[in-house]
């Protein structure tokens, strides 16, 4: 029990001190902290109001003119078009550049919806003179990507601008830009080399998903030739710059630019405008000789000139041709349909076609070379031993003739000899000789002729060339693969002698042609055609460009010929152009630089109408060099169903020696001979 009296206070705990009375406890509010709190509270009280009749004020009696602001204030990003870099010849000169334009673009998101929609598409049409179906589809398209502008229409005319600019309220989401648009000072010179620009396609952008190349719709790229090959360096890279617009897309104030565009650079050529243009008009006139000659179906032909030290290409000619032009501005209908739609480029005989390098001809004659040289290297052949050369030769089981272009001829030839006169009963022998051979020997001359660069591309910088399965080395194992028949798969004797003078199945393009020729000029050394030495970047006016990057050309390969048999081919090759009996001496003999080389007549099935199924056409050829002795031009031009060699094709070849010689031949005597 506890000692406290009785009636006292209990001290139930001795773990406290006693209570102090100048210390007030926490949790008591004094009048002083509760007059604070009230002040506190009417002044946060006073805030929140003002806050709320603001946002009251902003949201309901201002709400419609603030939304109005806020639409007539937005701001959008364009790309501004970088100039695209100029395309030179060997000597500067410009080949293809740029002159200013103006173009019309149309944003699908800022366009009135529904019905008014292709009611401004019809208007728009019929201002700019662009097909509305097109047009239609076009917005139809951009559905799903009302942000990325259509191109309506480049090289505005000025009456059609000023016409948009003041009735622009009618037309929400069109823009007016400057812009620029490739110019040919040549007109359709190089065509089918320079290639031309368009705008980059959905499917391009799709296939450019990683981001490689910077494209956005609506740019501008390369689509072929020299301006889809080398669009990297040419194209440059896109500026930025804002505009204000109202809630219709209409422009609002003057744009801002964010970022410069940076102009592309320019790509230099190896090619020399004044002999491209030599040989394009060698080959229409050649077409003119062709015609006077009564050879009625001569359609088209080129020409291609490189230099066989190192295969820089000078010239490579193709007609028909059509004019890059046709892609700039508004496009035609008509003109570009033979550049896109099969049955008019058949009608127009395939102008976009690069002749020298898509196209695979029989050679004829001129394939006589690569016999010889193949004959040589295997020891079927010693060039100075004779064979007989006769009117016909008989060969095989069945006895069959083959005949020579020369039905009075009947003499003992060595190599050199048959080379001049184009013998065609001295390759007979030789070509049988492969197949008697046996079973390894028959594959040995197509073997050698793809050491030489048949059968495959020749690795041309710009591409673009026939594949290997349209440049053809027949072997009996191609046979094997390629028919259905027993007879037709079996390797005879014809197979062998007709390969050996550049017929039946063997087929070769103008450049890889010219390329063998080069290795002949040069001493053996296969060299690799190009046609871009480097990019450069153009100085101001007095200024010598700075050059970025140069594409030096690739180390000539030496395909293991003998020196001797070269030696004996390029005697024949010389005698051919200058002895009495050879079969273009009457186009070469006057000219004052040696020039050396060999005609060819190579027969091709062509289907014409009217003419029976199987029907045959002589493809004019001609191949050589100049100077004989020091060759720094190589040049094969082919006529196509033009008749005989030396008629067409070798007159043709000597315009583009005139040309880059300077000179001219005196009085050049044409005869019709293989």
Request: net charge positive.
């Amino acid at each position: 029990m506890s000692d406290a009296p009785y009636g006292e206070p209990r001290n139930t705990s001795q773990r406290f001190l006693p209570h102090d009375p100048s210390v007030t406890a926490p949790y008591r509010l004094t009048p002083g902290l509760a007059l604070r709190v009230g002040v506190l509270g009417v002044v946060a009280l006073v805030v929140f109001a003002a806050l709320f009749f603001r946002l009251w004020s902003l949201q309901v009696l201002s709400g419609a003119q603030y939304l109005d602001a806020a639409q007539n204030n937005q701001l959008r990003t364009i790309r501004v078009e970088a100039p695209r870099g100029s395309v030179l010849d060997r000597a500067g000169r410009v080949v293809v550049g740029n002159v200013p334009g103006t173009a019309v673009k149309l944003w699908v998101g800022d366009m009135p919806r529904k019905e008014g929609r292709y009611r401004m598409v019809r208007q728009l049409a019929a201002i700019l003179d662009v097909p509305a179906q097109r047009l239609a589809r076009e917005v139809d398209a951009r559905g799903l990507d009302p942000l990325t502008p259509i191109t309506v229409k480049t090289a505005v005319h000025d009456d059609q601008v000023f016409y948009l600019q003041e009735h622009a309220s009618d037309f929400p989401g069109v823009q007016i830009q400057q812009t620029y648009l490739r110019h040919y000072p040549y007109q359709s010179l190089g065509a089918q080399i320079l290639g031309y620009v368009g705008e980059v396609s959905p499917d391009e952008l799709k296939r450019n998903r990683s981001g490689r190349k910077d494209y956005r719709g609506g740019d501008k790229i390369g689509k072929s030739g020299v301006e889809a090959t080398f669009d990297e360096y040419l194209r440059g890279a896109s500026g930025a710059a804002q505009i204000r617009v109202d809630s219709r897309g209409r422009q609002q104030g003057s744009v801002a630019l964010i970022r410069d565009a940076e102009p592309g650079t320019a790509v230099r050529l190896t090619l020399d405008i004044g002999v491209q243009r030599a040989a394009e008009r060698a080959i229409r006139e050649a077409i003119v000789i062709a015609k006077a000659n009564k050879q009625y179906n001569v359609a088209g032909g080129a020409i291609v000139a490189i230099d066989p030290r190192d295969g820089a290409v000078r010239a490579m000619a193709s007609y028909p041709t059509y004019k890059p032009s046709v892609y700039v501005g508004r496009i035609d209908p008509d003109k570009l349909a033979p550049l896109v739609n099969d049955a008019a480029a058949r009608a127009a005989n395939f102008p976009g076609l690069n002749r020298v390098t898509q196209v695979a001809y029989p050679p004829g004659s001129i394939w006589k070379p690569v016999t010889a040289l193949a004959a040589m290297q295997e020891h079927l052949l010693s060039p100075y031993s004779s064979i007989q050369c006769t009117a016909k030769a008989v060969y095989g089981r069945d006895k069959q003739v083959f005949k020579n272009w020369d039905p009075y001829v009947n003499r003992p030839m060595n190599l050199p000899e048959a080379l001049a006169t184009s013998c065609d009963t001295y390759f007979y022998t030789v070509g049988n000789r492969f197949y008697e051979g046996g079973l390894a020997e028959r594959s040995r001359l197509q073997q050698w002729a793809r050491t030489f660069g048949f059968g495959a591309p020749t690795g041309l910088d710009i591409g673009n060339e026939a594949p290997s399965s349209q440049t053809v080395v027949p072997t009996p194992a191609w046979r094997k693969r390629t028919f259905e028949s027993d007879w037709d798969k079996a390797w005879n004797p014809g197979d062998s002698i007709q390969l050996a003078i550049g017929q039946k199945d063997v087929s070769v393009t103008p450049l890889q042609m010219a390329r063998f020729y080069a290795m002949i000029a040069n001493g053996g050394k296969l060299v690799r055609p190009y046609l871009v030495s480097g990019v450069e970047q153009q100085g101001a006016t007095g200024q010598r460009a700075l050059t970025l990057k140069q594409f030096p050309p690739a180390p000539p390969h030496d395909v293991g010929v003998d020196p001797a048999a070269l030696q004996a081919v390029r005697e024949g090759l010389w005698a051919a152009t200058h002895s009495s009996n050879g079969t273009s001496a009457g186009v070469f003999a006057t000219f004052p630089v040696s020039i050396s080389g060999k005609t060819g007549t190579a027969e091709k099935v062509v289907n014409l109408p009217g003419y029976p199924v199987g029907h045959l056409e002589d493809q004019s050829w001609w191949c050589g060099y100049g100077p004989s002795d020091d060759a720094k031009l190589v040049v094969c031009a082919v006529i196509e169903n033009g008749g005989h060699g030396s008629a067409a094709a070798a007159p043709a070849a000597l315009r583009v020696f005139e040309k880059y010689f300077g000179q001219k031949a005196r009085s050049p005597r044409v005869v019709n001979v293989d």
